[in-house]
């Protein structure tokens, strides 16, 4: 029986460990809503590492819904990221998708974090806007490698490794659908 936990917990923990849990679903009195998930890491560098949260905003009035990728980037050096910068993102056959971001990172929106031994990092998180297409793109798809364009000399690439990212956002998109299957409003959970 313990052999068959055993068996059961190691090819199980895989999926648990990516799975993307709501951590935010905020509805506003005009019917707005806003849904994120948990941030996954997608990589990790001796000084850096990132993760990825999908979100969307969800108009009830319209029926649109309008999806974000949100990147922790944790940096010993933090960059700075202008409204428009882009994310190139590089699928396994090649192709190349651009998003843009949608929020402008400057010397105030970095955060400081200490981490082990003292050591401080400094932590960013630039929003970039996926259309659906895009966004089931880069799950069927499985995503290589990522740049981010800065408002420094040199630009951020990581090498994504095992369709880490296409899978993060996979459990990020069916956990954001499964919250937009139930009806909510301000009143609701109050």
Not at 17 to 31: F, L, M, P, R, T
Not at 52 to 68: G, H, K, P, R, W
Request: proline fraction near 3%; aromatic fraction near 10%.
């Amino acid at each position: 029986m313990k052999k068959i936990f055993i068996i059961l917990f190691v090819f199980c923990y895989p999926i648990v460990a990516n799975a993307q849990n709501v951590e935010v679903d905020k509805v506003e009195s005009d019917g707005t809503r806003f849904i994120r998930t948990e941030y996954s890491s997608i990589y990790k560098k001796m000084f850096s590492g990132g993760s990825i949260a999908l979100c969307c905003d969800y108009n009830s009035q319209s029926n649109d819904t309008t999806y974000y990728i949100i990147m922790k980037l944790t940096e010993q050096n933090p960059p700075q990221i202008d409204k428009g910068r882009k994310l190139l993102v590089k699928l396994n056959n090649g192709a190349i998708i651009t998003l843009e971001n949608a929020t402008k990172i400057g010397p105030l929106d970095i955060e400081t974090w200490k981490g082990a031994y003292n050591m401080v990092e400094y932590r960013v998180y630039p929003m970039y806007q996926v259309s659906r297409l895009d966004l089931l793109r880069m799950i069927n798809e499985d995503v290589e490698k990522i740049r981010i364009e800065t408002d420094e000399a040199e630009n951020l690439d990581y090498t994504i490794k095992r369709s880490k990212m296409s899978d993060a956002l996979y459990e990020g998109l069916k956990n954001i659908e499964q919250a937009l299957s139930v009806k909510k409003d301000i009143y609701s959970d109050f």
